[in-house]
């Protein structure tokens, strides 16, 4: 038994660079029949363009176990450290993040 587990392991190679992971504060998410397409954003105070700084495209079946392994592992965060509070309305644009412009 426990070599047919080892057959069933995947041996996952994460990069240094892949580890440092990206910021992002905005996710756009949008779909057709096949896909499901996340793009995750930076929008930084006081500048008036955004840029994408990761996509990625899932099937209908992935973005569906995306979703509920997400739930479950706000579940788990909120159980150890509270509800996570949330905006009753989504942000507009542009976020200026309540500030200011900024200025050179």
Do not use: C, W
């Amino acid at each position: 038994m426990e070599e047919q587990n080892l057959d069933n392991q995947l041996n996952i190679e994460l990069s240094e660079e892949i580890a440092e992971g990206i910021f992002s504060n905005l996710a756009i998410i949008t779909h057709s029949n096949t896909e499901f397409v996340v793009d995750f954003i930076r929008v930084m105070p006081g500048v008036p363009k955004a840029r994408v700084k990761s996509r990625i495209i899932l099937t209908p079946e992935h973005a569906k176990r995306l979703l509920g392994a997400m739930q479950d592992n706000i579940e788990k965060y909120e159980a150890v450290n509270g509800r996570i509070k949330t905006q009753d309305e989504p942000p507009g644009f542009p976020m200026n993040f309540g500030g200011p412009p900024a200025q050179a």
